[in-house]
């Protein structure tokens, strides 16, 4: 058995067994890496003259972390989010070179499953409880084989360990529902981690957005689990002296590399071997950014004491200077050396030809668990979400009475025939612009979903059929039947139960065709705006060939072949043929004519038939011209949805 598979098995018999173990008795893991260096990739220019560079983000970073509170501090910049992601196995590989062991051994392929992270932008269901988001975490990562109860009384028990009891019950929170306090949220994310038990538990800046005391609060609790052997590390940026008091190790960044490593206790003194002593009350933290960034007061006045007219541009060490000198100090310092020591006999025996080169995602549960909860949460959020559930069936009944009452009691005469195809032209187009609405269905959640795909709650698959189904049937097929019920009688269409129930399905049909092509679209955009800007242009082209705008038969033939991409086009082509087929439309004229130079007026009658008007327009009015645009809706629709999976499946997972 490889150290690979010994290593999976032992982190999986963690995970079994995590409901009988407290987290008060957890025993950490040691995370050593060796020679970590990362590169991006930058571009710059225009088309052909575009350049492709690589950017340094860390170089040579070595180490390990024991149980207790590990913190990443540097500058902004310095690398330490994208070092705490590369330990974390949350960075993409490419450009990614040295090792991350665990324990002695490789990271497992799914080790970014087993351990915590919590992300720097809190990522929790808002509309929910913290005791839902908590059981919602239970449910998915802990496996089947425990207990719906042990998993309650183990969320339970976190509860009361977060200091969570008294808003257990309350909303998290979103923009338009008042929640509970930044720490409070802070604390349920770190919960949502700990459901597992992890053995290693990073934290991504876990003060950002909070104020002093809760910053301090958070730090308290973290510090209470690192002393109970938990493996915590963090990256954080400016932290208080209350908050820096409470690091076990510490390790300071500079552009990537590091300028010290060990026992955060010590750092002080060691900065002080270097020449770089810190005034009396000055917070260590901000001492340390003042050195990297050049800035320290106290070596100007170290110098100033020793020279007493100094030319403070010509004295002065650039920051690149400063950098480079830190990086030399530190390679020099007995921490290093102890370091090195420590790292040369982790990896003494150990092969590495076994190391997983690709990385995986495990789940605890199956797809049909999976779907059942994600089903449930995803419901309950459109429920407790009024803006988006019942305003837009508020919407649609308001424009169904304005367009009830606009083209109210349409007459069988020429006038009618004009009235029914603006009436059936805008009930189209509405159902398709009504569709943009689910442009915000991926990307509102983007950040929610990837933390939990990635962190091994659910599958994509899950996620996308759970998110389909609540969007067509809470926001495109219930508005799309008041909508039916209330214009179709009003306008005073075919009087017929099928000639009904044939425009109800096609106009709901339009709606999932314009929303599925409005998920490929912005399936894989950041910014609601840009994804309206793609979909407002393609509705657009799409309206001029739907065949009231053009005569389509007239169109020039290398331009015709645009109405097959026409959503617009199916629909109405579809509503025409159920309403306007066996009509008869007629219109009373007065004419003369002289008879013995007398004058004899009578009344005519002009009729024309449903069945003409069609064949003018270029419509197949049979019952396969009729169905045919169903089935073109149907396929576009799948088509639409395939290329919103596979862009959600293949969706950027690593920053």
Same mark, same amino acid.
């Given at each position: ?23 008060? %008795? ?30 340094? =983000? ?28 590369? $330990?974390? *196995? ?29 992300? #720097? ?17 239970? *449910? ?17 028990? &976190?509860?009361?360990? $977060? ?17 509970? %306090?930044?720490? @409070? ?8 981690? &700990? ?14 957005? &909070? ?128 370091? #090195? ?8 025996? #150990? ?88 442009? @915000? $269905? ?12 990635? %962190? ?18 809470? &926001? ?45 679209? %912005?399936?894989? #955009? ?47 082509? *579809? ?59 149907? =396929? ?5 949805? *395939? ?13």
């Amino acid at each position: 058995m490889t150290d690979t598979t010994v290593q999976i098995t032992r982190f999986d018999d963690m995970r079994n067994t995590v409901s009988t173990v407290s987290s008060s %008795s957890r025993k950490g893991s040691t995370v050593s890496f060796h020679k970590i260096n990362y590169s991006v990739k930058m571009k710059s220019g225009f088309l052909c003259k575009r350049k492709v560079t690589r950017k340094d =983000i860390l170089i040579d970073v070595n180490g390990l972390m024991k149980p207790g509170l590990n913190a990443i501090l540097g500058a902004t910049g310095s690398g330490k989010s994208s070092f705490l992601d590369v $330990l974390a *196995a949350r960075k993409d590989p490419a450009g990614l070179t040295g090792e991350v062991l665990i324990d002695g051994a490789p990271q497992p392929p799914n080790f970014k499953c087993l351990s915590g992270y919590v992300v #720097q932008d809190d990522v929790v269901m808002g509309t929910l409880t913290v005791r839902e988001n908590l059981r919602f975490s239970a *449910a998915l990562r802990l496996p089947k084989s425990i207990k719906q109860r042990e998993k309650d009384e183990k969320v339970e028990r &976190l509860i009361q360990e $977060l200091g969570l009891s008294k808003v257990a019950n309350s909303r998290v929170g979103t923009q338009l529902i008042r929640g509970i %306090s930044g720490g @409070e949220r802070k604390r349920t994310n770190i919960g949502m981690e &700990l459901i597992i038990d992890p053995s290693v538990l990073f934290l991504d800046e876990p003060t950002t957005g &909070l104020d002093a005391s809760t910053a301090n609060s958070v730090l308290m609790l973290l510090k209470r689990m690192a002393n109970n052997g938990r493996t915590i590390i963090l990256s954080i940026h400016q932290p208080r002296y209350s908050i820096y008091r409470l690091f076990d190790s510490l390790t300071l960044l500079v552009a990537g590399r590091q300028v010290y490593h060990g026992p955060a206790q010590n750092a002080l003194k060691y900065f002080s071997e270097i020449g770089y002593t810190c005034e009396p009350h000055n917070n260590p933290a901000d001492f340390f950014l003042d050195v990297i960034n050049g800035d320290s007061t106290a070596v100007t006045l170290n110098r100033l004491n020793h020279y007493e007219e100094v030319d403070q541009e010509q004295h002065a060490p650039t920051l690149k200077g400063i950098e480079d000198h830190l990086v030399e100090e530190y390679k020099k310092s007995p921490d290093y050396k102890q370091t #090195q020591n420590e790292l040369e006999r982790i990896i003494q025996g #150990q092969d590495y030809s076994t190391r997983p080169k690709s990385r995986t995602i495990t789940y605890s549960t199956s797809f049909f668990h999976q779907f059942n909860w994600v089903l449930k949460r995803t419901f309950q959020n459109l429920m407790l979400n009024p803006q988006t559930s019942f305003a837009q069936i508020g919407v649609m009944v308001f424009l169904a009475l304005i367009v009830g009452a606009i083209f109210f009691g349409v007459e069988p005469n020429s006038s009618g025939i004009q009235n029914r195809m603006g009436a059936l032209f805008f009930i189209t187009t509405n159902q398709c612009f009504s569709s943009v609405s689910s442009a @915000e $269905l991926f990307i509102t959640e983007r950040k929610l979903f990837v933390h939990e795909y990635i %962190s091994g709650y659910y599958r994509v698959s899950v996620y996308f059929l759970t998110k389909i189904l609540s969007d067509i049937l809470t &926001l495109r097929t219930i508005p799309g039947i008041i909508f039916s019920c209330v214009a179709y009688w009003m306008i005073g269409l075919k009087a017929t139960a099928e000639a009904f129930f044939i425009f109800l399905f096609s106009i709901i049909l339009v709606s999932y065709t314009a929303t599925a092509m409005t998920l490929a679209i %912005s399936a894989d #955009q950041t910014v609601v705006a840009i994804a309206n800007i793609f979909m407002t242009i393609s509705f657009v082209f799409m309206m001029i060939f739907s065949g009231l705008l053009v005569n389509l038969p007239s169109v020039a033939g290398w331009l015709n072949w645009l109405k097959y991409f026409s959503i617009p086009r199916y629909g109405l082509a *579809a509503l025409q043929i159920n309403e306007f087929t066996g009509l008869t439309f007629c219109d009373s004229r007065n004419t003369s004519s002289s008879v013995v130079q007398l004058m004899v007026c009578f009344v005519s009658s002009i009729c024309s038939t449903g069945d003409d008007f069609l064949q003018d327009q270029g419509i197949d009015h049979s019952t396969w011209g009729l169905w045919q645009n169903h089935l073109a809706l149907g =396929i576009m629709t799948f088509i639409f949805l *395939a290329i919103a999976y596979l862009k959600l499946r293949f969706i950027k997972k690593f920053t």
